[in-house]
């Protein structure tokens, strides 16, 4: 096992159960399927009379963010819209935009009291890191990315990924709030995993099964001290009839190289191919953030991603995002 004793071995669910057949429906898209207002999702005019209301209710009531419930709000009109955005996650692409919050009228602390109250209209807010962050400021701290250095505090460019993927229990949907853009770059992208898979059985079905056998994974030191630095799962697996996708190219690489193990040519071809294609201009959509917009995406069936960025030099100008994660099933913990 080399310089690693012990990794943490999930159960696989219905691993043996390789998809042999292409995927369907709206989840299946790339660049020139999708509409220019594919997954936007507009804050009306109703919406913004609750919300201003909210927001001078929380100014003459002050609580602590993550104090505030949605029962103690009555949001008829974004009850709504949210309920057509779950929608569209549910049984359209898979991802959506609210466009967007007033920031010239609302401060960053009632931008994020109003982004918490939305998001539970979609689902239930859990902890973002093993000591139970459940809102997670992405911010560049000026970190190379590494071993313990999640790769949203740095500037660097990411791979196509889901959040999580390392660990036991990855969110259902990854919520962002913009803030502030970067200077320059920063450009965030979305990829249907469901349309990559389909040209992997298209072009490379000899990888294809390898996809649902276990990989390993750096666990980025997010477990108690004495727990297992690596898990062991598939890129792709099937649980109860639905596949679901888990993946970061980086923290595999990482997890085979603290293992002390070499991958086989079957494992790196097909994790491998699998990054090319997904690289492939044709199969992404892009979009540059916006101060106000809420993007919402898919976490099981979508993979995320964003350029490298420039910040501005100013503190108060610097590209600042909020993040939730969402999952309605086990406990609130990072590990479920």
């Keep these: 096992m080399g310089a690693i004793e012990r990794i943490l071995t999930e159960n696989h669910g219905d691993a043996a159960q390789v998809r042999d057949t292409p995927f369907q429906g709206p989840i299946v898209w790339r660049r020139e399927t999708l509409a220019p207002d594919d997954g936007i999702v507009a804050l009306d005019a109703g919406c913004r009379r609750e919300l201003d209301e909210l927001v001078e209710t929380l100014r003459r009531n002050p609580l602590a963010t993550p104090l505030l ?34 920031m010239d009228d609302y401060t960053v602390d009632e931008a994020r009291a109003v982004y918490w109250l939305l998001s ?6 859990v902890a973002q890191s093993w000591d139970g962050k ?62 990559v898979y389909n040209e992997m059985l298209a072009s490379h079905p000899d990888l294809v099964e390898r996809l649902f056998q276990p990989y390993l994974f750096d666990r980025q030191r997010e477990h108690a001290p004495d727990d297992a630095r690596l898990i062991s799962h598939p890129l792709f697996q099937t649980r109860e009839g639905r596949t679901l996708c888990r993946l970061s190219h980086r923290h595999v690489v990482t997890g085979y190289a603290m293992a002390g193990q070499d991958m086989d040519e079957m494992t790196k071809a097909a994790l491998f191919t699998l990054e090319a294609i997904m690289m492939e ?5 892009e979009f540059f953030f916006e101060a ?10 979508l993979g995320h991603r964003r350029t490298a960025f420039v910040d501005y030099p100013e503190e108060d100008r610097k590209r600042h995002l909020v993040r939730l994660w969402l999952r309605n099933h086990g406990r609130r913990f990072y590990n479920g």
């Design 120 to 125: 539970q209209m979609v689902s239930r807010p």
């Design 292 to 301: 106000g917009q809420i993007q919402i995406v898919d976490n099981t069936r």
């Design 69 to 102: 419930q949605l029962e103690d709000f009555d949001l008829p009109a974004c009850r709504a819209m949210m309920t057509r955005a779950r929608g569209v996650l549910e049984h359209g692409v898979g991802f959506v935009i609210i466009d967007k919050l007033p």
């Design 134 to 195: 459940v809102i997670y400021d992405v911010r560049d701290l000026g970190k190379p990315p590494g071993n313990g250095v999640r790769p949203d505090i740095t500037n660097a460019e990411q791979n196509f990924h889901t959040d999580n993927s390392y660990n036991l229990y990855p969110p259902d949907y990854v919520a962002l709030l913009c803030l502030r853009p970067a200077m320059e770059g920063g450009i965030s992208s979305i990829v249907s995993f469901y349309s």
């Design 281 to 285: 201009p044709r199969w992404s959509r």
